[in-house]
């Protein structure tokens, strides 16, 4: 009688990974408003990007919309919650003008970026903003300005083509989840057309995004394959694919489930050593999900490929703090 012998495969799974503590943070906010005043509570865009923690909200009694429109005058009473990504000025303006009651969950280190951009503005100087179009933060810090006051700056390109009105007036921020290096290479072009270009006083790009990048870093190079879990829409998700990729991953993808783990490649591939990060705002019970599929398959080892120790905790605002969670509400919030 012949046994199935499971082929041996290491996992190194990177730390940090997953929630950080602006996510941790907004998915609190909404746990907590449903415990205080109770279901409905809307939120405006997805509190972050990920349709697992939507759900769950979802679940709880939390409504979400795109535009504060969509909210039933019946319901004016209840909390919206601004997501963690920020929102341009001209939102709780509207919340204001509809007597909506509101809840701003913008992760502090974007409310930062919001600050440094503000006060570009308000010493003179044309905002560079470096980030993508159209995601829903470099849509909120260019909200922050005055129409005309920023430019977006997605690529080196981009640097090098800009022709600005005043050359020796002009500073820049960034995107929270962008890729270190493509950023790097964006800001030196731009330093090198304009020497004058103010900084931003401190770092745009998040402390979370640069950990999980370099944990990838590090855990790449020899990994036959890695998986990076989050979703389409995120951004940070987005850029650890193509950290592991040119870190030295014989290959990456983007999943949001074990069932989109491409295993007809490992036969192919030979899998021996496999990555598994996650983006900030993907949930620890769905890393544990895709390791049990490996399980399934393989005789699994976990190498762990931690860089740093994340200790970080951005406080709810004063009107939730009297909320006590559960255990079962601390597990959902911590994923």
Not at 130 to 140: N, S, T
Not at 303 to 318: G, H, K, S, W, Y
């Amino acid at each position: 009688m012949t046994m199935n012998v499971k082929p041996s495969l290491t996992i190194r799974l990177c730390g940090p990974r997953g929630f950080c503590a602006g996510v941790d943070r907004a998915i609190q906010i909404v746990v907590l408003a449903l415990k205080k005043y109770g279901a409905p509570v809307y939120v405006r865009h997805e509190i972050v990007h990920n349709r697992f923690v939507v759900e769950g909200l979802e679940a709880k009694g939390a409504i979400f919309v795109e535009e504060l429109s969509e909210i039933p005058p019946e319901h004016h009473q209840q909390p919206v919650i601004f997501s963690a990504h920020g929102v341009p000025k001209s939102v709780p303006a509207d919340a204001q003008q509809r007597n909506l009651f509101y809840l701003d969950a913008t992760c502090p280190l974007v409310s930062k970026v919001h600050k440094q951009a503000m006060r570009h503005q308000r010493l003179g100087r044309h905002v560079l903003l470096i980030g993508h179009a159209g995601h829903p933060e470099v849509i909120g810090t260019m909200g922050q300005l005055p129409q005309g006051a920023a430019s977006l700056i997605e690529t080196e390109q981009d640097a090098r083509d800009y022709q600005p009105d005043d050359p020796d007036n002009l500073g820049f921020v960034t995107q929270t989840t962008l890729s270190v290096e493509d950023t790097a290479g964006i800001i030196s072009a731009l330093n090198e057309r304009f020497p004058n270009l103010c900084a931003p006083a401190a770092e745009s790009i998040c402390y979370a995004t640069t950990n999980r990048q370099d944990a990838v870093k590090a855990a790449a190079p020899g990994c036959d394959f890695f998986l990076v879990v989050g979703a389409p829409n995120s951004s940070n998700s987005r850029r650890l694919v193509e950290v592991a990729q040119r870190a030295g991953a014989g290959g990456s993808v983007l999943v949001q489930r074990a069932k989109e783990i491409p295993f007809e490649q490992a036969g192919d591939k030979n899998w021996t050593t496999v990555g598994i990060s996650a983006g900030a705002s993907a949930p620890e019970v769905i890393v544990d999900e895709i390791i049990e599929a490996f399980r399934q398959r393989f005789d699994v080892t976990i190498e762990l490929a931690e860089t740093v120790i994340e200790d970080e905790n951005f406080r709810v605002m004063a009107d939730l703090r009297d909320v006590a969670l559960t255990t079962q509400d601390m597990a959902f919030v911590n994923g």
